[in-house]
């Protein structure tokens, strides 16, 4: 595992400390690796819309119905 060093502001590094010691994780590490994790996934989410509406731009019009789409795009998102 690779070992970094970062400077954090006091508010941050006080909010850190508290969901360890409120044992919502074992360590500053492990929290900040979660938050990385989180972020990562969330950029691909965000990457998967980005993706979708540019797609939707350059498709054109439709004929179907809202319902047919939303549809259509919860089953995109669940599968």
Do not use: C
């Amino acid at each position: 595992m690779a070992r970094q060093s970062i400077s954090l502001t006091e508010p941050n590094d006080q909010w850190l400390k508290s969901q360890v010691d409120n044992n919502e994780y074992s360590s500053k590490s492990e929290l900040v690796n979660d938050l990385i994790r989180q972020a990562r996934n969330q950029q691909r989410q965000i990457d998967w819309i980005r993706l979708k509406l540019e797609t939707a731009e350059s498709s054109g019009f439709t004929s179907d119905s809202k319902e047919d789409i939303l549809k259509a795009s919860k089953e995109g998102l669940n599968g």
